[in-house]
């Protein structure tokens, strides 16, 4: 290793973890009494063991997080910023659940004070979590949208987000005229997308059965006029909404093929959820490189289905995790990952614990097409990581004392972990997040 010789900080902990991709192979890389260098844009200017950042001519300062771990920011790749409020109102399927809960919850953010007090409360869980990129749903009022980009720009967390579009399938206060919604996200296009290099603006459909087809060729075409935004919304997600869909898109082949038929699905494509996808639409998927969202809290709380990931593996489709918030149950990305572990074991395959964390932050992060800058802790990235604390849960430190392995112990946080055990949350190499001191 050889360190570039300018002023760096220098964070010391006990180890370091991330992945990294070699080959088709995804490899666990950790780092025993280790450090990582980090200049004052930012970025990433050296890794290895601490013995080796010593040298005054370039040392600024060092930070000692003690016995903690350092691991990549992590990426949500699906939340709903207007569905804090009702997190744990279950007792029914997806649609009913929409409509007797969640789109009271989305018409209030037409009022600017619900909309900011929305976006200051995701971006506090998203940190106190240790998320530093998220791609979230807001509603389908600009307001909303507006309140997002300035709360993550503020906050400094990568956001990929826009106002969501819905004109029919559910109350008024959550619908809009297509030329309206296409003028406001037009705007809005203009005034965040790419604004930082953290902000990104996403074309939202919230999912076929809230657009129509005057609605879904309008966004075709501004997805067309601007070809760098995103593309993020619902398939294929409970089988009751699948055969709802079939019976409103005839001319359509499949769930796939209303985003298809309307220029929606590429390499910038989300897809949220595909439990129920054919085999057709899975090599389609894969053809156009778009990705598949796993929600897997949201997915069993609302006893949508059990997905196989191993089959949506089989036919190469890019698989990344999200909470899901708010039919997810939990913004920390520890009880994602160990849900995630749950579903898959029930169907006979045994996730590593090494691929849990790839899934919920470099595989989120080439989802978005930002796996130069973010995802893992390598040399030239953006300085966005998370230290991680055990002794903040006596439980698990008491278990990762008489744990050899380092996969052993990244089992354990996935197993015990919560956001207790996030100690400090860095974007960019600036400290945004940083945990109460034990009374």
């Known amino acids: 290793m050889s360190p570039e010789r300018v002023p760096i900080t220098v964070h010391r902990a006990k180890e370091i973890w991330f992945t990294r991709r070699e080959g088709d192979a995804i490899k666990l890389v950790t780092l025993m009494d280790a450090a990582l260098g980090v200049d004052s844009k930012g970025k990433i200017t050296a890794i290895g063991r601490a013995s080796e950042f010593k040298s005054p001519a370039y040392l600024e300062k060092i930070i000692d997080h003690g016995d903690s771990i350092l691991i990549p920011g992590f990426v949500d790749a699906h939340v709903h910023s207007p569905q804090l409020s009702v997190i744990g109102a279950g007792g029914m399927p997806l649609l009913d659940w929409l409509t007797k809960y969640v789109f009271q919850a989305e018409a209030q953010f037409k009022h600017p004070n619900v909309a900011l007090a929305g976006a200051q409360r995701l971006t506090r869980e998203l940190k106190q979590n240790g998320v530093t990129t998220a791609a979230v749903f807001s509603s389908v009022h600009a307001v909303a949208a507006e309140a997002l980009f300035q709360e993550f720009d503020s906050a400094g967390l990568r956001l990929i987000s826009g106002k969501t579009s819905m004109d029919v399938g559910a109350p008024a206060g959550v619908l809009q005229p297509v030329q309206a919604d296409i003028t406001e996200q037009e705007i809005l296009i203009e005034r965040w997308h790419k604004k930082s290099s953290r902000l990104h603006y996403a074309i939202t459909p919230r999912f076929a059965l809230s657009c129509s087809r ?96 191993k089959r949506v593996g089989e036919f190469g489709v890019h698989v990344c995790l999200a909470s899901d918030i708010g039919a997810g149950t939990h913004f920390s990305p520890w009880q994602t990952m160990l849900e995630c572990y749950k579903i898959q074991a029930l169907q006979g395959s045994r996730l590593s614990a090494h691929e849990l964390l790839y899934r919920t932050t470099l595989a989120g992060a080439e989802a978005l097409g930002m796996s130069a800058v973010c995802g893992s802790l390598e040399v030239g990235k953006e300085a966005d990581f998370v230290v991680v604390n055990p002794a903040r849960k006596p439980l698990l430190a008491e278990r990762l004392a008489v744990t050899e392995s380092a996969s052993d112990r990244l089992f354990a946080c996935i197993t015990l972990g919560d956001d207790r055990i996030i100690e400090h949350t860095y974007v960019a190499g600036n400290l945004v997040y940083c945990q109460p001191s034990p009374d």
């Open 214 to 309: 005057e609605l879904m060729l309008a966004l075709g075409e501004l997805r067309e006029r601007h070809p760098t935004c995103y593309v993020q919304t619902h398939i294929s997600e409970n089988l009751e909404e699948v055969a709802a869909v079939k019976g409103v898109w005839k001319t359509c082949s499949d769930y796939l093929a209303v985003y298809e038929d309307h220029g929606l699905v590429g390499d910038k494509t989300l897809l949220a959820h595909g439990i129920h996808l054919t085999d057709s639409e899975l090599k389609r998927m894969a053809k156009a490189k778009a990705t598949l969202v796993h929600c897997p809290t949201s997915n069993t709380f609302l006893g949508s289905g059990l997905i196989d990931l």
